[in-house]
C-alpha cells in the first residue's frame, strides 16, 4: 500500500513539469490547422479527423463525437474500412460516455464486425472495450467480462500497452460492481504498473487512482481520501488532463465529504462535478453530483433545496433509461405520419378515372415480374444443379488423378517440359480440396481457416473458387463433407450420427437437412438404399 503511494507521488511530480504544457495544448489545434490545409475528402483527412476525435476523447466528448462522425462520413464515401471502422469505435465510445450506453453497444458491434473482417487487432480490441463498457453499466456483467477477456488477449498478442492499462482498469470496474474488491484491487495495480512502467498515455492515470481509492473507501476513509486528491491532481496535469475523471473524482470526494461532515468541502466539490458535467454531458457524473446535493441538502435541512435537486436527479436518471425509447417512438411517429400520408395519396388516386389505368398497368406489371422471377427461380435452380454436378465430377477426377497427378508433375520437373502443367486455377481447386479434406472432421473449420491455408485473403479465395466452381467456398466445403459421409454410408463405416460427426457436423438435424437437399434423401433413407440395392 504504501509502495502504490510513493509511487503515485513520484508520477504526479513527472505529470505536472512544465516542459509538457506547451506540447500537450498545441496538439489538437495543430492537428484542426494540418485539417484545415487539407480540405480534400481521402483517407488522410479521415486518418486526421479520427486523430482529432481520439484527443478530445477525455475532454470534449461531444467534440470527439462530432470528429468521428466526419469521419466516418468520408471513410464510407471512400469505402476506407479501416477509416469506418475506427470512426464507428470512437463514436461508440462517445456514446457510452454521453450515457447512450445502447447506442454504443451498437456501434461497438459494428466496429468489432469490420475489424474482424479486415483483420485490424487494435480497433477489435477498442470495440471489444466499448461493448464491455455499455453492458456494464446495462447490468449485464457476463457479457461484459467475455468481451473485456477478448480485449486483454489481443492487447497481449499485440503489446499494445496503453491499452492493456485501460483493458485492466475496466476489468476492475467490473469486478469492483460485483463486490469482488480484491479482484478490482489487484486489476488497478496492475493498470497503475503499467502506465508507470511502459510507453502509454497518462489519461486513465487519474481514473485508476481515483478507483484504488474507491476500494478502501469503507475499510480506511484517510487512505481513500489520499488516493482522491492525487486523483484530482493528476487530472488536472497537462500530460494526464481528463475533464471527464475530474468530474467523477470531484463527485466522490463531495460525498465522502457528506460523510465526514464536511458540509462546505462537500458543496464545493459536489458543484464542481456538476458543472464539469454539464458542460461535458456526462450525465452518470451529472446524477452522482445531484445524488449528492440531495443528501446534502437533507442533512443541512434545506428541503426546498433538496426537492429541487431530486427532481433533476430523476429528469437526468429518466433521461439515462429513456433516450432510446424515445428515439424508437420518434422513428414509429415519422414512420406512421409517412404511411398516413401514402394512404391518403391513394385514396385521391382511387377517386380518380386514372386510377383504374394505372392499376391496370401495375397488375400488367406485377404478373410480368411474377414470370420473370419464376423464370429466373427455375433458371437459378438449373444453374445451382448443373454447377454442383460439375463440381462432383471434378472432385471425382481430382481425387481419382491424385497419384497420377503427382507421378507426371515428378517426370515433368525432371525432363523440363512444363507444357503439360496443369493450370493455377486447377492447381487451386485441387489444394482446396485437400485443406477441406486434411480438416474434414473439424466442425469450426469454416471460410476463414481455409483461406489461411490456400494462403490468400478471404474476398480473393472467394472470387476465385467462385469463378472456378459456380460456388461460394462455404458451398463447396459442404459439398466435400456431405460427400464424404455418402461415402462413409455407403461402406457402413459407422452409425449415422457418428459419421456425421466424422464429417464435421455436430447438429445431427442440420446434417440430416443438408444431406437431403444434396442427395434427394436423408442419411437413414441412403443407407437403407445401399443395404437393399446390396
Given amino acids: 500500500m504504501a509502495v502504490i503511494v510513493k509511487r503515485l507521488s513520484i508520477l504526479l511530480l513527472f505529470l505536472t513539469g512544465t516542459q509538457v504544457i506547451l506540447a500537450q495544448r498545441l496538439a489538437p489545434d495543430s492537428a484542426e490547422n494540418f485539417l484545415k490545409e487539407h480540405p480534400q475528402e481521402d483517407t488522410v483527412r479521415v486518418n486526421l479527423l479520427n486523430q482529432l476525435s481520439y484527443q478530445y476523447r477525455w475532454i470534449y466528448f461531444c467534440n470527439s463525437q462530432q470528429y468521428a462522425e466526419q469521419a466516418l462520413k468520408i471513410a464510407q464515401q471512400i469505402h476506407y474500412d479501416k477509416g469506418i471502422?475506427?470512426?464507428?469505435?470512437?463514436?461508440?465510445?462517445?456514446?457510452?460516455?454521453?450515457?447512450?450506453?445502447?447506442?454504443?453497444?451498437?456501434?461497438?458491434?459494428?466496429?468489432?464486425?469490420?475489424?474482424?473482417k479486415e483483420n485490424l487487432k487494435l480497433i477489435l480490441a477498442e470495440s471489444f472495450q466499448i461493448l464491455a463498457r455499455g453492458y456494464m453499466d446495462q447490468r449485464e456483467s457476463k457479457k461484459a467480462e467475455r468481451y473485456i477477456n477478448k480485449a486483454e488477449n489481443i492487447a497481449l498478442q499485440i503489446k499494445d500497452w496503453d491499452l492493456l492499462s485501460?483493458?485492466?482498469?475496466?476489468?476492475?470496474?467490473?469486478?469492483?460492481?460485483?463486490?469482488?474488491?480484491?479482484?478490482?484491487?489487484?486489476?488497478?495495480?496492475?493498470?497503475?504498473?503499467?502506465?508507470?512502467?511502459?510507453?502509454?498515455?497518462?489519461?486513465?492515470?487519474?481514473?485508476?487512482?481515483s478507483n484504488i481509492g474507491e476500494c478502501y473507501l469503507t475499510t480506511n476513509p484517510d487512505l481513500a481520501a489520499t488516493y482522491f486528491k492525487s486523483a484530482l491532481l493528476i487530472s488536472t496535469a497537462p500530460k494526464s488532463r481528463n475533464k471527464s475523471a475530474e468530474a467523477s473524482i470531484s463527485a466522490i470526494m463531495g460525498h465522502a465529504a457528506i460523510t465526514k461532515g464536511n458540509y462546505?468541502?462537500?458543496?464545493?466539490y459536489l458543484q464542481k462535478a456538476l458543472k464539469l458535467s454539464r458542460e461535458m454531458g456526462l450525465k452518470r457524473s451529472m446524477r452522482h453530483a445531484y445524488r449528492g446535493l440531495v443528501d446534502l441538502k437533507v442533512r443541512e435541512g434545506k428541503a426546498a433545496e433538496a426537492l429541487v435537486y431530486l427532481k433533476k436527479y430523476y429528469d437526468v436518471h429518466d433521461s439515462l433509461l429513456n433516450v432510446t425509447k424515445t428515439r424508437q417512438i420518434v422513428e414509429l411517429e415519422s414512420r406512421h405520419e409517412l404511411e398516413k400520408q401514402e394512404h391518403a395519396i391513394q385514396l385521391l388516386e382511387r377517386d380518380s378515372k386514372i386510377q383504374l389505368l394505372w392499376r391496370n398497368i401495375l397488375v400488367a406489371v406485377l404478373v410480368l415480374i411474377g414470370i420473370v422471377s419464376v423464370a429466373i427461380y427455375y433458371l437459378q435452380k438449373y444453374k445451382e444443379t448443373k454447377n454442383r454436378m460439375i463440381l462432383n465430377l471434378e472432385i471425382d477426377r481430382l481425387t481419382a488423378q491424385h497419384k497420377?497427378?503427382?507421378?507426371?508433375?515428378?517426370?515433368?520437373?525432371?525432363?523440363?517440359?512444363?507444357?503439360?502443367?496443369?493450370?493455377?486455377?486447377?492447381?487451386?481447386?485441387?489444394?482446396?480440396?485437400?485443406?477441406?479434406?486434411?480438416?474434414?472432421?473439424?466442425?469450426l473449420f469454416g471460410v476463414e481457416q481455409m483461406s489461411r491455408e490456400l494462403g490468400m485473403s478471404r474476398t480473393n479465395m472467394h472470387r476465385k473458387i467462385k469463378a472456378?466452381?459456380?460456388?461460394?467456398?462455404?458451398?463447396?466445403?459442404?459439398?466435400?463433407?456431405?460427400?464424404?459421409?455418402?461415402?462413409?454410408?455407403?461402406?457402413?463405416?459407422?452409425?449415422?450420427?457418428?459419421?456425421?460427426?466424422?464429417?464435421?457436423f455436430e447438429d445431427h438435424s442440420y446434417f440430416s437437412k443438408s444431406f437431403k437437399k444434396q442427395f434427394g434423401v436423408t442419411p437413414s433413407e441412403y443407407l437403407q438404399s445401399k443395404a437393399t440395392m446390396n
Fill in 85 to 116: 471502422a475506427t470512426a464507428n469505435y470512437r463514436i461508440g465510445h462517445s456514446y457510452w460516455a454521453l450515457g447512450e450506453n445502447e447506442l454504443a453497444i451498437e456501434k461497438g458491434l459494428e466496429a468489432a464486425a469490420l475489424a474482424e
Fill in 166 to 209: 485501460r483493458i485492466y482498469n475496466l476489468a476492475g470496474v467490473i469486478q469492483f460492481i460485483k463486490n469482488n474488491k480484491d479482484s478490482a484491487l489487484q486489476l488497478y495495480s496492475k493498470a497503475l504498473a503499467i502506465v508507470e512502467e511502459r510507453p502509454t498515455s497518462k489519461a486513465q492515470l487519474a481514473q485508476i487512482t
Fill in 264 to 268: 462546505k468541502e462537500a458543496e464545493y
Fill in 404 to 443: 497420377e497427378l503427382s507421378e507426371k508433375y515428378k517426370g515433368v520437373l525432371a525432363s523440363g517440359d512444363t507444357s503439360s502443367i496443369e493450370t493455377i486455377d486447377q492447381r487451386l481447386f485441387k489444394k482446396a480440396i485437400e485443406v477441406v479434406e486434411e480438416n474434414i472432421s473439424d466442425p
Fill in 468 to 504: 472456378i466452381t459456380g460456388f461460394p467456398p462455404s458451398d463447396l466445403i459442404r459439398n466435400i463433407r456431405l460427400r464424404k459421409a455418402a461415402f462413409l454410408l455407403q461402406h457402413k463405416a459407422d452409425s449415422v450420427s457418428q459419421i456425421g460427426l466424422m464429417v464435421g
